[in-house]
Protein backbone atom coordinates (compact mmCIF):
# COMPACT_ATOMS: atom_id res chain seq x y z
CA UNK A 1 0.00 0.00 0.00
CA UNK A 2 1.54 3.25 -0.57
CA UNK A 3 1.02 6.65 1.69
CA UNK A 4 -1.12 9.37 1.50
CA UNK A 5 -0.27 11.63 -1.20
CA UNK A 6 2.35 14.46 -0.59
CA UNK A 7 2.63 17.07 0.91
CA UNK A 8 1.83 17.23 3.96
CA UNK A 9 1.32 20.24 6.55
CA UNK A 10 1.57 21.50 9.81
CA UNK A 11 -0.93 22.47 12.08
CA UNK A 12 0.42 24.48 15.00
CA UNK A 13 -1.10 25.45 17.95
CA UNK A 14 -2.53 23.13 21.21
CA UNK A 15 -2.60 19.89 19.26
CA UNK A 16 0.17 20.43 16.74
CA UNK A 17 -1.16 18.04 13.82
CA UNK A 18 0.35 16.44 10.36
CA UNK A 19 -2.01 16.19 8.05
CA UNK A 20 -2.36 15.32 4.02
CA UNK A 21 -4.98 16.80 2.58
CA UNK A 22 -8.15 16.33 4.94
CA UNK A 23 -6.39 13.30 6.94
CA UNK A 24 -4.39 13.82 10.37
CA UNK A 25 -1.59 11.58 9.77
CA UNK A 26 -0.07 12.18 13.27
CA UNK A 27 -0.31 14.01 16.11
CA UNK A 28 2.04 15.68 18.70
CA UNK A 29 0.83 16.22 21.88
CA UNK A 30 2.30 17.81 24.86
CA UNK A 31 -0.41 16.67 27.52
CA UNK A 32 0.08 13.21 26.54
CA UNK A 33 3.60 13.54 26.31
CA UNK A 34 3.81 15.01 29.89
CA UNK A 35 3.53 11.54 31.47
CA UNK A 36 6.34 10.66 30.34
CA UNK A 37 8.91 13.69 30.37
CA UNK A 38 9.16 17.19 30.11
CA UNK A 39 8.23 18.50 26.84
CA UNK A 40 6.99 21.90 25.27
CA UNK A 41 4.63 23.40 22.68
CA UNK A 42 7.92 24.82 21.16
CA UNK A 43 9.07 20.99 21.06
CA UNK A 44 5.94 19.66 19.83
CA UNK A 45 5.61 22.53 16.75
CA UNK A 46 9.44 21.43 16.05
CA UNK A 47 8.67 17.80 15.56
CA UNK A 48 5.66 18.03 13.56
CA UNK A 49 7.46 20.75 11.12
CA UNK A 50 10.60 18.21 10.92
CA UNK A 51 7.77 15.52 10.24
CA UNK A 52 6.88 17.25 7.51
CA UNK A 53 9.97 18.35 6.48
CA UNK A 54 11.58 14.79 6.02
CA UNK A 55 8.41 13.70 4.48
CA UNK A 56 7.91 16.37 1.83
CA UNK A 57 11.68 15.93 0.72
CA UNK A 58 12.03 12.24 0.66
CA UNK A 59 11.72 11.87 -2.82
CA UNK A 60 14.10 14.56 -4.09
CA UNK A 61 16.75 13.26 -1.53
CA UNK A 62 16.82 9.81 -2.95
CA UNK A 63 16.71 11.34 -6.56
CA UNK A 64 19.59 13.19 -5.56
CA UNK A 65 21.46 10.37 -4.09
CA UNK A 66 20.11 7.86 -7.26
CA UNK A 67 22.05 10.80 -9.70
CA UNK A 68 25.46 10.59 -7.51
CA UNK A 69 25.30 7.06 -7.90
CA UNK A 70 24.27 7.20 -11.78
CA UNK A 71 27.20 10.00 -12.61
CA UNK A 72 29.70 7.64 -10.82
CA UNK A 73 28.60 4.76 -12.80
CA UNK A 74 29.73 6.74 -16.36
CA UNK A 75 33.33 7.15 -15.05
CA UNK A 76 35.55 3.87 -14.66
CA UNK A 77 34.94 3.18 -10.83
CA UNK A 78 39.09 3.06 -10.47
CA UNK A 79 41.32 5.93 -8.55
CA UNK A 80 42.36 6.90 -11.73
CA UNK A 81 39.40 8.69 -12.79
CA UNK A 82 37.47 8.71 -9.96
CA UNK A 83 38.96 10.19 -6.61
CA UNK A 84 38.02 8.29 -3.46
CA UNK A 85 36.65 10.82 -1.64
CA UNK A 86 33.42 10.00 -4.59
CA UNK A 87 33.69 6.56 -4.85
CA UNK A 88 32.93 7.17 -0.60
CA UNK A 89 30.12 9.25 -1.56
CA UNK A 90 28.68 6.69 -3.68
CA UNK A 91 28.39 4.07 -1.42
CA UNK A 92 27.35 6.64 1.33
CA UNK A 93 24.43 7.12 -1.28
CA UNK A 94 23.42 3.80 -2.25
CA UNK A 95 23.38 3.44 1.78
CA UNK A 96 20.59 5.91 2.47
CA UNK A 97 18.93 4.88 -0.34
CA UNK A 98 19.27 1.19 1.17
CA UNK A 99 18.09 2.57 4.31
CA UNK A 100 14.98 4.55 3.29
CA UNK A 101 13.37 1.96 0.94
CA UNK A 102 13.95 -0.60 3.78
CA UNK A 103 12.32 1.38 6.38
Given at each position: MKHTELPWH???G??????AKD????KCNPEQAEMYREKSIKEDEANAA?????????YQLIE??????AE???HS???DTMSDAIMEMRRAA????????ES
Open positions: VSLNNNYVWCIIAFIVKAVNNHTLQNIIGENATSAEAIKQAE
